[in-house]
T-cell receptor
Framework: EAAVTQSPRSKVAVTGGKVTLSCHQTNNHDYMYWYRQDTGHGLRLIHYSYVADSTEKGDIPDGYKASRPSQENFSLILELASLSQTAVYFC?????????????FGPGTRLTVL | GQQVQQSPASLVLQEGENAELQCNFSSTATQLQWFYQSPGGSLVSLLS???GTKHTGRLTSTTVTKERRSSLHISSSQTTDSGTYLCAIDPNSAGNKLTFGIGTRVLVRP
């Protein structure tokens, strides 16, 4: 079973500060994703990557950057954190786009921006 | 509009009862996945079922692709089934990207 870990598990940040959320997977998956979850919105895709050193914009990329330095690691960067970025952030991974692929999720990071 | 709609929004069961959760989607889906989110927030993949019927344990998913709907049947519910069930689709098979519904919150009482 895929193992996806995230750090930190929770974080309090100040408005205007820089925040980096990290994700690590150990199952040799090609795809990695960052989602945020807000009450009433479900999970929404921020950025994703299908190969190291390359990232793609998801549905809500504004205010976020992503970095994929290796196949195992995928970071989400908030250069100037804002109150509206308070949410739970999930990282996920999956195999290269085959029919009936599955995404495996990390435990989530609860980010509070004050 | 919302691409993935789940119903009901919430459900209360007595332990041992069965339940059926619905997922309707507005575009064709090349992938459909059901997830369980625990009260603590962790997400677990339950089933990947873009078409047909699949079983795992007490769960059965039936997806009718041309009608753009899927159901998740929980049989003999247990208190540990309490949580939120999320349906997600890949609407265009580009980039393995999932679009999620808001979920059905299930409470199973002893």
């Amino acid at each position: 079973e895929a193992a996806v870990t995230q750090s930190p598990r929770s974080k309090v940040a100040v408005t205007g500060g820089k925040v980096t959320l990290s994700c690590h997977q150990t199952n040799n998956h090609d795809y990695m994703y960052w989602y945020r979850q807000d009450t009433g919105h479900g999970l929404r895709l921020i950025h994703y990557s299908y190969v190291a050193d390359s990232t793609e914009k998801g549905d809500i990329p504004d205010g976020y950057k992503a970095s994929r330095p290796s196949q195992e690691n995928f970071s989400l960067i908030l250069e100037l954190a804002s109150l509206s970025q308070t949410a739970v952030y999930f990282c996920a991974s999956s195999e290269l786009g085959a029919y009936s692929y599955e995404q495996y999720f990390g435990p989530g990071t609860r980010l509070t921006v004050l | 509009g919302q691409q993935v709609q789940q119903s009901p929004a919430s459900l209360v069961l007595q332990e041992g009862e069965n339940a059926e959760l619905q997922c309707n989607f507005s575009s064709t889906a090349t992938q459909l996945q059901w997830f369980y989110q625990s009260p603590g927030g962790s997400l677990v993949s339950l089933l990947s079922n873009p078409s047909g019927t699949k079983h795992t344990g007490r769960l059965t998913s039936t997806t009718v692709t041309k009608e753009r709907r899927s159901s998740l049947h929980i049989s003999s519910s247990q208190t540990t089934d309490s949580g939120t069930y999320l349906c997600a689709i890949d609407p265009n098979s580009a980039g393995n990207k999932l679009t999620f519904g808001i979920g059905t919150r299930v409470l199973v009482r002893p």
